[in-house]
């Protein structure tokens, strides 16, 4: 189906380990970001992407990776896992930066 | 970072009832987004406003631009269960590199009692 899909959509991991999340989009979107949703803070953009291999920092990037180097894909890793970035974590897509459509998410959780 | 004020907070209302929320921003936007999120999901976008003064209805959700482009208002008519969930307010912001990106509000969390 068409869409945005995020897998994980659960993840538990260890402090210190790598981990990558994955994002796939169907629409040709040329825009795609990562969000963390956290309590108090609603969302946050981390890293987002105008089209492939460009790539530019949000509001909280900092323990973060991404490349994007298919347009469909938009991959967010964390390269070494702390317990401050266990959240849930959202992809959206969207042809300009204004309407984006959002993925279900992968909730993370770093031990 | 900067968000958008959303009011209120929460919101307990009865089955059938009419609810509104709103959104404020000091600075002023171009664009207003209102999305609803609903538990384990992702936010779903309601309405897009690009004009200030619009009003934009999708069944029976009705959106406004406020004409001071610093607000927008929210209405649900003849709410039903389906509309439990949190509502977010939404629009471009232009940042330090020139390009906008989307500051979200705070949130609406409406709930409907039996």
């Known amino acids: 189906d068409a869409g945005i899909t995020q897998s994980p959509r659960y993840k538990i991991t260890e402090t210190g380990r790598q981990v990558t999340l994955m994002c796939h989009q169907t629409?040709?979107?040329?825009?795609m970001f990562w969000y963390r949703q956290d309590l108090g803070h609603g969302l946050r953009l981390i890293y987002y992407s105008a089209a492939a291999d460009i790539t530019d920092k949000g509001e909280v990037p900092d323990g973060y990776v991404v490349s994007r180097s298919k347009t469909e894909n938009f991959p967010l890793t964390l390269e070494s896992a702390t317990r401050s970035q266990t959240s849930v974590y959202f992809c959206?897509?969207?042809?300009?930066?204004?309407?984006?459509?959002f993925g279900p998410g992968t909730r993370l959780t770093v031990t | 970072g900067q968000q958008l004020n959303q009011s209120p907070q929460s919101m307990f209302i009865q089955e059938g009832e009419d609810v509104s929320m709103n959104c404020t921003s000091s600075?002023?936007?171009?664009?207003w987004l209102w999305y609803k999120q609903e538990p384990g999901e992702g936010p779903v976008l309601l309405i897009a406003l690009y004009k200030a003064g619009e009003l934009t209805s999708n069944g029976r959700l009705t959106a406004q631009f406020g004409i001071t482009r610093k607000d927008s208002f929210l209405n649900i008519s003849a709410s039903i269960p389906s509309d439990v969930g949190i509502y977010f307010c939404?629009?471009?912001?232009?940042?330090?590199?020139?390009?906008?990106?989307?500051?979200f509000g705070t949130g609406t969390r409406l709930t409907i009692i039996p």
């Open positions: 600075s002023i936007f171009n664009t």
């Open positions: 629409w040709s979107h040329s825009y």
């Open positions: 939404a629009g471009p912001k232009v940042s330090t590199f020139g390009n906008e990106k989307l500051t």
């Open positions: 959206a897509s969207s042809e300009g930066i204004r309407e984006q459509y």
